[in-house]
Nanobody, 121 residues
Framework: QVQLVESGGGLAQAGGSLTLSCAASGTFDRIGVMGWYRQAPGKQRELVSSITSGGTTNYAVAVRERSTISRDNAKNTVYLQMNSLKPEDTAVYYC???????????????WGQGTQVTVSS
């Protein structure tokens, strides 16, 4: 069984910073793309940032100037550092990853349970 577990969410003040972490656990052979999505009340879930196993990154326009995604392949963990937080960043943040559980199986997509980020004015 494969699981993605997020941590680092919580309360923050506008202008502050936080770092989210997501660790993959269980039995698997390889992790492909890892990324972060978020969903605010009344809005569609949107991609925040993603990173390939080789380190190629992608950012949503709303966060690209103030966010950094990284990963530690040895720890099977992806991180998202966000600076200059805005109330508009308030959302549930979900970890997402493509994972190959066995060498003979294709990559499959997994979601974490989500972690709440609340940014106060």
């Amino acid at each position: 069984q494969v699981q993605l577990v997020e941590s680092g969410g919580g309360l923050a003040q506008a202008g502050g910073s936080l770092t989210l972490s997501c660790a993959a656990s269980g039995t698997f052979d390889r992790i492909g793309v890892m990324g972060w999505y978020r969903q605010a009340p009344g809005k569609q879930r949107e991609l925040v940032s993603s990173i390939t196993s080789g380190g190629t990154t992608n950012y949503a326009v709303a966060v690209r100037e103030r966010s950094t995604i990284s990963r530690d392949n040895a720890k099977n963990t992806v991180y998202l550092q966000m600076n200059s937080l805005k109330p508009e960043d308030t959302a549930v943040y979900y970890c997402n990853a493509d994972i190959q559980s066995s060498w003979w199986m294709p990559l499959r997509n997994y979601w974490g349970q989500g972690t709440q980020v609340t940014v106060s004015s």
